[in-house]
């Protein structure tokens, strides 16, 4: 059954259900500079997934040896 996210979250949560069990990622983007400054208006960093609890973390650091 699928959590409710709490109000106060800034954040939302990808959820996959595996063989492993069910893992919880979410993803950060920055993006840098002001509207008005042109030479930085478009860029912007993805990040990759980080875990959202202690089980996905733990399952993660295991399979990576």
């Not at 993803?27 to 860029?43: H, K, N, R, Y």
């Amino acid at each position: 059954m699928a959590r409710r996210p709490h109000r106060d979250t800034a954040h939302v949560e990808l959820r996959i259900r595996t063989h492993y069990g069910d893992l919880a990622f979410f993803s950060m983007i920055a993006t840098f500079g002001a509207p008005e400054d042109v030479t930085l208006s478009e860029v912007g960093v993805e990040e990759a997934f980080f875990p959202v609890d202690g089980p996905t973390e733990a399952l993660l650091r295991r399979l990576s040896g």
